[in-house]
Every structure is written in C-alpha cells, then in structure tokens.
C-alpha cells in the first residue's frame, strides 16, 4: 500500500478529515464532491478532482481510507469491506457542509460524482443530503444494500458498463428502478460498450477505453455545469 494524495483538512462530525481539493482557473465556481474507487484516494482521482477544476469547478475528493491506498484487488476488496459505511458517509456530508462554506464556492447545491465503491456513495450521499447536491454522477457502482431514495432531490447522470465482471446491468436496472419509483428528479443512465472502471486511465484492471472514457467525461461536465453553472454553461 502506498500514501494517499492529500493537500487539505475539513471538520467532519466531530474530528478532522483528510482530502484533496483542487481550484478552477478562475478562483471560484460550484463545488464538486468526487469520490474515489475502492483503491484509495489515488493519483489517478487526484487526476480527476484536476480535470474537474479544470472544467470550473471547485472540486473537492475525501479520503475515505484515511490514509491507504492500493492497486492490488485483493487489497481494495478488504479496504472497502472495513470502511464503516456510517463514517464515510459522515465524511462526504462534512465535505458538503466544507464547500457550500467556501469562498471559492459558487451556489447553494454542489455536485456529487464518484467511481466504482464512490459510483454507490454518491446515490447515498445525494438521498442522504437532499436539496444540497444538486447533480449527481455514478460511474459504474450502485448502492451496496437496498436504499429509500426518497430524499434524492438531484438529477442523475449514470454511466455503465455493459462488460462489468464486478456489476451486473441487471443490479443497475433495479437502481434506475428505484430511483424512478422514488426519486422526483430524472434520472438518466448510459451503458456503454467497455468494462468495469473504463474512465481510469492508470488501467489496473486492463479495462481503459479511452474512447468511452471521452464520451463519459464530455456529458458528465456538460451536466454538471448545466446543473450547477447554467449561466456559465450558456
């Protein structure tokens, strides 16, 4: 296991939580949670909190670990089966209190976008937090235990694979499901030709498709900024 990348701290439900924030270009814009794989809080989502701020975003990723990382399977599966999933939740609504707080932060909502283990978070956080995240994006990950997502208030963009060896398409039909039955927003879901984790590019899994990775990214920033920004996105 390797250190995390990290470069700030934020007050979460009592104690201090560690992350790695990142400023657009023009010092401020809507804040942005990103939530990591089961690997950690990698390089490779230090990347992408990057890119997001890049886009105009204030783009802020936990560290849910508290500290490691891995780019072995087997490792990340006992990392994410210890991580309390009451904590980590607690650090994602101290990351939302944290931006809507900011100086740099722009609006009343922030965006929610997470991967793999961070694809379920975000549906969690977004039910949890209602009115407070006004756009959420899962990237292939759902939810690991049946949820009421009748606090959901945010619009939904989800991104699939239709070859995931980790997620069946049919666990992710009786998410969209729910969130149809439950939900107020709309909630639209794309599957796309790859596999499992196709946005990473740092391909620990031998699944990067840059091509879908292209085509995933450009709508996700073009939601998030229609949803958080439309002045802007005019």
Not at 123 to 144: D, H, K, M, N, S
Not at 158 to 187: I, M, N, T
Not at 213 to 227: G, K, N, P
Request: hydrophobic share 45%; net charge negative; proline share 8%.
């Amino acid at each position: 296991m390797s250190a995390p990348v990290q470069n700030t701290t934020f007050p979460s439900n009592g104690h201090t939580a560690h992350g790695y924030l990142a400023l657009p270009p023009g010092g401020h814009g809507p804040g942005l949670v990103v939530i990591q794989e089961w690997w950690g809080l990698t390089t490779h989502v230090a990347d992408l909190t990057d890119r997001f701020a890049a886009a105009g975003f204030v783009a802020l990723a936990p560290d849910l670990y508290g500290g490691p990382t891995t780019h072995d399977a087997a490792e990340a599966e006992q990392l994410m089966r210890e991580l309390p999933v009451d904590r980590a939740a607690q650090d994602l609504a101290g990351a939302v209190t944290y931006l809507l707080g900011h100086e740099a932060v722009t609006g009343d909502a922030v965006g929610a976008v997470g991967f793999c283990m961070g694809g379920g978070f975000v549906l969690l956080l977004a039910a949890q937090q209602g009115e407070r995240i006004g756009a959420a994006v899962p990237f292939y990950g759902v939810p690991p235990v049946e949820q009421d997502f009748r606090g959901l208030t945010a619009a939904v963009l989800g991104h699939y694979a239709e070859q995931d060896a980790f997620l069946p398409v049919a666990a992710v039909e009786a998410v969209r499901s729910a969130l149809e039955d439950q939900a107020p927003a709309p909630a639209e879901f794309h599957f796309y030709p790859a596999g499992h984790a196709f946005l990473n590019d740092e391909n620990p899994l031998g699944t990067y498709d840059p091509e879908q990775a292209a085509l995933a990214w450009s709508r996700t920033v073009d939601f998030l900024q229609e949803r958080l920004d439309p002045a802007a996105h005019r």
